[in-house]
């Protein structure tokens, strides 16, 4: 009997294979696809205005605030203007407050993974914006002590808190996250993780620790008693903009607000489409097959590492 012939997806292009009758394909590709905004710019300055669980950024400063305003990495596949323009939206409402852009600072929260060069920042952002912050825009340094504060240990697991002191010595920090990959970004870890060092990154960032599922999803219980801990102790809140994608280069949905109500509005949203991953299958199988792509998160503009690839792109074609 004739084999299936099917395109595995293969570094920039494909890799046809033959495969044994009765292969079947799977997808794990989201039930219903997203419409990308009409008016991003309309969508960011709407939730900031309504933010959930938490006031206005306005009513958060008052004239001399010093403020932060963090955004996602390059490893996101986040490449809209959605950095941009969240940004100039949050000056604006900080300019009504009296907090002038000279008393703000940009921040790329990369934790671990390799900083930005200049050029790669202007793609993230754009010229002008750049330019304008000048040295007052910078890359997390998770190595360098002398920018890193700890705050101690959760009371009930003991999870190590560090942090950039970008948050800690500021009167209020802005996070842009830039998208939503299933339950795996954003909510605590990007700034726990994002703006923080490896003694912190270690207790999620194993085998065990990391998960992409939206229900009971571990890593994010973990994240969630840090970054409440890291709340308590800074005594004020943690301001955050939430974003989930259409495409890599057009977003769909912007929440804004505390932490754990934007999270929780966009896995909403995240739970509608995407069935869970045993149910992809109708039934098990012995032997999936799946391609690696060159377009893992870890390799955004740098040479692919294949066995990062393979990992992160999970069972994304085929199954015997």
């Known amino acids: 009997m004739d084999g299936v012939n099917i395109d595995l997806p293969y570094a920039d292009g494909t890799l046809r294979a033959t495969l044994p009758p009765g292969t079947r394909r799977v997808s794990v590709e989201p039930a219903g696809a997203l419409t990308p905004l009409d008016d991003l710019d309309g969508a960011i300055r709407d939730a900031l205005a309504a933010p959930l669980g938490l006031p206005r950024i306005r009513d958060l400063v008052k004239p001399g605030s010093r403020v932060t305003i963090a955004f996602d990495d390059h490893t996101t596949g986040s490449f809209g203007p959605i950095r941009p323009m969240a940004i100039r939206a949050v000056l604006d409402e900080l300019k009504t407050a009296g907090v002038s852009g000279s008393q703000v600072r940009l921040v790329c929260a990369n934790a671990l993974h390799r900083m930005c060069r200049p050029a790669e920042l202007e793609r993230l952002l754009d010229p002008a914006l750049v330019s304008e912050f000048g040295p007052r825009l910078s890359c ?28 800690t010595d500021v009167d209020l920090t802005v996070y842009v996250n830039t998208n939503y990959i299933r ?31 939206l229900q009971r999803n571990r890593m994010h219980a973990v994240l969630d008693e840090m970054g ?13 903009i939430d974003t989930l994608l259409a ?25 509608q489409r995407f069935p869970s991953r045993r149910a992809a299958a109708p039934e098990p199988v012995d032997i999936l097959v799946y391609g690696v792509p060159d377009s893992s998160p870890y390799a955004i503009w740098a040479s692919l590492n294949p066995i990062l690839t393979l990992i992160s792109m999970g069972s994304d074609t085929s199954a015997a």
């Not at 504060?149 to 942090?163: M, Q, S």
């Not at 700034?191 to 194993?206: A, E, M, P, Q, Y």
Request: with cysteine; charged share 25%; aromatic share 8%.
């Open 140 to 167: 997390h340094d998770a190595e360098d002590p002398e920018q890193i504060a700890d705050l101690g240990t959760t009371a009930e697991h003991g999870y190590p808190v560090e942090v950039s002191r970008l948050v």
């Open 183 to 213: 339950g795996f970004t954003g909510g605590w870890k990007s700034v726990c993780i994002g703006l923080s060092t490896w003694r912190s990154i270690r207790v999620t960032h194993d085998p065990d620790g990391m998960s992409m599922s």
């Open 228 to 240: 409440h801990h890291l709340e308590a102790r800074l005594g004020r809140r943690i301001f955050k």
């Open 247 to 271: 495409d890599p280069y057009h977003a769909a949905r912007v929440f804004a607000g505390d932490v754990d109500e934007t999270r929780r509005a966009a896995l909403e949203v995240q739970s």
